[in-house]
């Protein structure tokens, strides 16, 4: 068994405000024995990192006091080379462990932002994926995820109101095509709706159905799962896809 977890922020107010009042729900969590815990995409004010050793460092005590690995959302990286959208890591030792890159710059941000060339799986409590945000529409990113050995995939994102309906659908499909469960943030203030979701699946006679756990608000929460239930119904899924032209 494995307890994930998943934070949903506002985005008003400055950024260390924002970042004591996840810091006070990720402690909870962790409080509550949670392994993994995963934020919103870009729910800072200006949505951008200069220093993530410094900016972060309360994440990185926490995930240290709790041995708890932390995805502290997706945020702008500006370098000379380059701008992208990075989801960082935060070990359970309290430091970077990798990052991933936003392979499909969402609409304006394709002005600007590189795409990511690689999905990268992390192995802490468990084996997992992240899929940042507009990535959770293509269907090849969530299943190169999972043939690559993922068992859970997090998805932090950044959601306006009038597409939280086609955003939930796409989550609660990428997770039953793959047969993995999902845990996807999502930033709730006027603008952005809310609705954070975890994904969950169980089957009843060879059907399988979608179990959703949605947030409310400024909060955070825990569920704990059994990723191995999931290992030969994935593994079965795949037999099954047939090439074709």
Known sequence: MVKLGLVQTSSQGPNEKRIYAASEILKKLGQKNTEIACLPEQWLKNNEIVNFDEELSRFKKIAKEFSMTIIPGAFYDVS???????????????????????????????????????????????????????????????????????????????????GIEPWQMYVKVRSLENRIPILAANVENQRFGGNSMIVDLSENNKVMTTKITRLRGEEGISKEFNLDKYEENRKRRFQDSNRFY
């Open 80 to 162: 000379k080379k380059r701008t992208s959208i990075i989801a960082p890591i935060i070990g359970p030792k309290g430091e970077f462990i990798g990052k991933q890159e936003k392979i499909h710059p969402f609409d304006y941000e394709k002005d600007s932002v590189k795409p990511g060339k690689e999905v990268k799986v992390f192995n802490t409590a468990c084996k997992f994926g992240v899929v940042i945000c507009y990535d959770m529409v293509f269907p090849n990113v969530a299943n190169t995820f999972a043939r690559k050995g993922a068992q859970v995939l997090f998805s932090p994102s950044r959601i306006v109101r009038r």
